[in-house]
């Protein structure tokens, strides 16, 4: 008797959980959009930003009515700087959270690890910042990238440093995840293709506070050019370690990220005047000639304090692009119809340039070369877009 | 010519390092010879110690290098307790149980680290470091890295002192020895443990302070140290802390060689192959005597 009415009592409460799961579904005055980023751990300095660029976004789309009228509300995940948060993050916003779309990771490894999980709950997502080319090679219909990848930054570097001294030699030093692997890989390729001599590559660990020994490794190669794939931080401990070891390549080149953050050249959080000189990819500036680009630089230092690096544009240009695609799937569309309003996207003019992805999901996004002179990021490269000459060779440490 | 240069530069480095992880050791080695406590939670005090110095910089501009005598301390105070309030009270110390209060501590400690401080990557920026030391055209040793070797280096030589030449020290040896006559003796065993674990912990606390200026503080930071603990004290002889502090000198250079040789990734490859290999054919240690 007492068992049976304990099963009823268990079987009750599962009853009103169930349904008081399905009562939140039905509260249809916003448009909630997915988003997961890094705002706490070792990449929190780019969750920050993408959160300020997704604000902005969210903010300029409401002031012009939303979509249908309906408000956009964004559904922030946390996902620590930690590939398998990611992962559960999709399943929360998916499964308990019930959105349609979803923006993000921030970084490689982490977006990399949520394309399965999307692909197999048919959930479509834009990616703002991964640059690791696999995240758009697994085959999935359901991922989109806005920004360039790890390919074309190799591209970009080999062709401004062919037209600018073209060095014979090069040597990568890139981060051991999948963000590292992927540019070290690309630029590899490339370098091959173009007929550098590629003379050294090391891998580091990123939460290692030495890395003299690599870098005494790679002045022992003696390459004309190095390029990084780095984090903030330790882009910021390479180049002080650098100074200390005396190494002195004609040019520092990187894969942006570290190297093209806005604390980068500061000296509180970055490399201080370490980082003068360092050349680095860029997906975009607060000088770029794209229409919007000043607009979006202003709002952001209101916001934030500072001005923005790309990664902020590139969480703003997400959530604008697919703010667009949920208009044109229509009212009540399912994440099928979505998937293929991203798909059909081809707006001309942007803030962040043209947004139209090919069969694989991949926006043709330009890549930029900046170099920083007098603390600040300067566009060099190419010719059309560029603000400033390159100052080359680097000058050595000790005559600086 | 260069190639000299090249490995000297290496050495030196792995020396800096090796001082540091010396003095983490000792702490460690200290804490098993005097109790036989396999101490998990070690990698957590020396978290504990970087965050306390990154406080104390943070919001009084307070040096790391006068912060880590307050590191030091403080941390001595928590080892202290710990002991006797979480250690003391378990049923004839089994090594078991012991093994799991204190990796249950670390769990406690690092999440209540993360619960305060967040998850983000602290770091500090002194003005010393963008001072390098010059040898020569050849050979540079950046400033933070030098001060943080010294004092390592006074604070392993302190408490080897301490060790060998107090009459604490001679107690803690006693009961290192034979933890049941030592009583025999006039020993407060209870006392001579409570005080060699805070001894432990503030060691550990100190590496972490001096280790702030250098990389950057995180909950989970303890973690590699802890490992590189367990490798030192069974290198260098299990409870011998000269042993320990010769280990952490070595395993410093070793680790430093093999990231120029080899590449940065193999270098905590290093740590595990030197434990297997000490393990498997010499397990009384380098430095420690053939003893059960």
């Not at chain 1, 081809?346 to 890549?367: L, M, S």
């Not at chain 2, 030196?12 to 702490?27: E, F, K, Q």
């Not at chain 2, 400033?143 to 020290?169: D, E, K, N, Q, R």
């Amino acid at each position: 008797m007492r068992r049976s009415l304990s099963l009823l009592v268990v079987l009750g409460v599962a009853c009103i959980l169930v349904t008081t799961d399905c009562r939140k579904e039905a509260s249809g005055n916003t448009i909630k959009i997915g988003v997961i980023t890094s705002l706490t751990g070792n990449q929190a300095a780019f969750g920050q930003a993408h959160k300020a660029g997704y604000q902005i976004a969210m903010e300029e789309i409401n002031a012009k009515g939303g979509i249908d009228g309906k408000p956009v509300e964004l559904d922030i995940y946390d996902d620590q700087s930690k590939p398998d948060q990611a992962v559960q993050g999709v399943s929360k916003l998916v499964d308990q959270d019930h959105v349609k779309l979803i923006l993000g990771a921030y970084s490689s490894e982490s977006t990399r690890a949520i394309v399965p999980v999307v692909t197999q709950k048919q959930i479509p997502l834009i990616m703002p910042t991964a640059v690791a080319d696999n995240v758009v090679e697994t085959g999935s219909q359901w991922v989109f990238r806005i920004c360039a990848g790890s390919g074309s930054f190799a591209t970009a570097t080999l062709d401004f440093l062919k037209n600018n001294g073209d060095p014979k030699t090069l040597a990568i030093i890139y981060e051991n995840t999948n963000f590292g692997q992927a540019n070290n890989k690309s630029m590899a390729a490339a370098a091959q293709a173009a007929g550098l001599n590629l003379v050294d590559s090391e891998a580091y660990q990123a939460t290692s506070p030495d890395y003299k020994a690599l870098l005494q490794r790679v002045k022992s190669k003696n390459p004309d050019a190095i390029y990084f794939a780095s984090y903030l931080l330790d882009a910021g401990t390479l180049m002080r370690q650098s100074e200390q070891l005396n190494l002195n390549p004609k040019y520092y080149t990187s894969a942006g990220t570290g190297f093209a953050a806005a604390e980068f050249p500061s000296p509180e959080k970055g490399a201080g005047k370490f980082a003068e000189y360092t050349f680095s990819v860029s997906q975009w500036l607060p000088s770029a000639k794209w229409k919007g680009s000043q607009e979006f630089d202003e709002k952001y230092t209101k916001l934030v304090g500072t001005h923005p690096a790309y990664h902020g544009m590139e969480a703003y240009a997400v959530l604008q692009a697919g703010a667009e695609a949920l208009k044109n799937a229509g009212a009540g569309a399912t994440p099928t119809a979505i998937r293929d309003a991203i798909r059909n996207l081809n707006i001309a003019e942007t803030p962040f340039g043209p947004v139209k992805f090919d069969a694989r999901g991949q926006n043709a996004h330009p890549v930029l070369v900046t170099q920083i002179q007098g603390g600040k990021y300067k566009v060099v490269w190419p010719l059309d877009a560029a603000e400033s000459k390159p100052i080359i060779p680097t000058p050595e440490w000790s005559k600086r | 010519m260069e190639w000299v240069y090249g490995n000297l530069q290496v050495i030196l480095d792995g020396l800096m390092t090796g001082a540091l992880y010396a003095l983490i050791g000792m702490g460690m080695a200290l804490i098993f010879g005097v109790m036989r406590i396999v101490n998990f939670a070690h990698g957590a005090f020396l978290m504990m110690g970087m965050y306390v110095t990154f406080v104390l910089y943070d919001r009084l501009h307070l040096s790391p290098y006068i912060g880590f005598l307050v590191a030091g301390g403080l941390l001595f105070v928590f080892g202290f307790l710990t002991y006797l309030l979480v250690l003391r009270p378990l049923p004839g110390q089994e090594s078991f149980m012991v093994i799991l209060v204190t990796m249950g501590l670390s769990l406690i400690l690092v999440d209540a680290s993360q619960l305060i401080f967040g998850a983000d990557y602290h770091q500090i920026n002194i003005p010393l470091q963008s001072t390098n030391i010059h040898l020569g055209p050849h050979i540079a040793m950046n400033a933070p890295w030098l001060v943080s070797f010294g004092i390592a280096i006074a604070m392993g030589s302190a408490m080897y002192w301490f060790v060998m030449h107090t009459m604490f020290g001679r107690a803690a040896r006693a009961v290192a020895q034979n933890r049941y006559s030592a009583p025999l003796m006039g020993i407060n065993v209870n006392r001579v443990q409570a005080m060699a674990f805070g001894m432990g912990a503030a060691a550990a606390g100190i590496a972490g302070a001096l280790l702030l200026p250098l990389l950057y503080v995180f909950p989970e930071v303890g973690n590699q140290y802890r490992l590189k603990s367990f490798v030192m004290v069974v290198l260098g002889g299990m409870g011998s802390i000269q042993g320990a502090a010769m280990a952490g000198l070595v395993l410093g250079v070793v680790e430093s060689l093999t990231s120029y040789y080899w590449g940065n990734e193999w270098a905590p490859v290093v740590d595990f192959v030197i434990f297997i290999l000490v393990l498997s054919f010499r397990p009384s240690g380098i430095f420690g005597s053939q003893r059960a």
